[in-house]
């Protein structure tokens, strides 16, 4: 198991910034890729961005690319969401994947591991 906890989400304006955080404990390394997704109210999960544990290879969602960026620390077991320029759009649920079974995926069904979620609202 790899329980992964998520931290920094919040209520941001426009034009905004955040960042967060997701620690991962447990069988960390089996890890392959860490990803964030993001579900709104009425939507489907959807792929934000990813890094892959060892390489650090980086892809990114067309609509948060420039604006976002994920990076990881392996001494701390952590992934981070560095997000700028936010707008109302970017407002949902962010969560924290990893899977241990494969290369990068944007299909939310290959990861094995979930977070909680963290609520990122942008307000107008």
């Known amino acids: 198991q790899v329980p992964l906890v998520e931290s920094g989400g919040g209520l941001v304006q426009v034009g905004d910034s955040l960042r967060l955080s997701c620690a991962a404990s447990?069988?960390?390394?089996?890890?392959?890729?860490m990803g964030w997704f993001r579900q709104a109210p009425g939507k489907e999960r959807e792929f934000v961005a990813a890094?892959?544990?060892?390489?650090?290879?980086?892809f990114y969602a067309n609509s948060v690319k420039d604006r976002f960026t994920v990076s990881r620390d392996n001494a701390k077991n952590t992934v981070y969401l560095q997000m700028n320029s936010l707008k109302p759009e970017d407002t949902a649920v962010y969560y924290c994947a990893a899977r241990n079974d494969g290369g990068f995926g944007y299909n939310y069904e290959q990861y094995n591991y979930w977070g909680q979620g963290t609520q990122v609202t942008v307000s107008s």
């Open positions: 890094i892959t544990w060892n390489a650090g290879s980086t």
């Open positions: 447990g069988r960390t390394f089996s890890i392959t890729v």
